[in-house]
């Protein structure tokens, strides 16, 4: 009998490897267990996935897009009238108030850049696109602050299990916006030669 055409399984797999890793941590991924949890034979993970680290890399790019598509879709942020500083600050207490075991995974696999040297240009993906938004309510070097500020806080609430303070947030983005709009007044925010946008 021909094998059966499943054109979702790539993608049931990736999901798979999403909720492992949320289960069990970054330890307790391998192919028998992806294959198990998403209900596949075992040579299915390691047709659409040679090795682990290209399962790693799809399942983080996947879980890095909740907080990019918020931002991008965000009319808030592409209105010149309207408050960046508020509309990002509410869109990251929007994001740390889901379930705190998924935002945790997210940045378990986000972090596992430091280990994995593979993830790193996929994490660099995230980093770069949310300051190439940003970019277009201030400038690229005040962007990429504005993105290492976030990743920061939201770093500090997960680790020190603060509450959000969603004010605090706000004053200090639009301290960082201010910033940029007095550097770039002043001819200061096209960075060094040869820097990008990214982080």
Not at 6 to 21: C, F
Not at 68 to 79: E, I
């Amino acid at each position: 009998m021909g094998r059966r055409y499943d054109p979702d399984r790539r993608q049931r797999i990736i999901d798979a490897a999403i909720r492992v890793v949320g289960r069990l941590g970054i330890a307790g991924l391998s192919h028998r267990t992806v294959a198990a949890e998403a209900d596949v034979p075992l040579g299915s993970t390691t047709y659409h996935f040679a090795s682990l680290d290209e399962l790693l890399v799809a399942a983080l790019r996947q879980a890095n897009e909740s907080f990019a598509v918020a931002v991008r879709n965000s009319g808030v942020l592409a209105d010149p009238g309207r408050d960046p500083a508020g509309e990002l600050a509410r869109l990251m207490g929007e994001w740390l108030g889901r379930e705190r075991s998924g935002v945790e995974l997210e940045y378990e696999l986000y972090l596992a850049a430091l280990r994995r040297p593979v993830l790193r240009p996929v994490a660099a993906e995230w980093a770069e696109g949310v300051a190439e938004v940003l970019a277009r309510r201030s400038d690229p070097v005040t962007a990429r602050a504005l993105v290492a500020l976030m990743d920061g806080i939201c770093l500090q609430v997960l680790l020190t299990d603060t509450a959000y303070d969603e004010e605090y947030t706000r004053e200090m983005l639009d301290r960082l916006l201010s910033a940029g709009r007095v550097a770039d007044r002043s001819g200061l925010t096209d960075g060094p030669p040869g820097r990008t946008t990214g982080t």
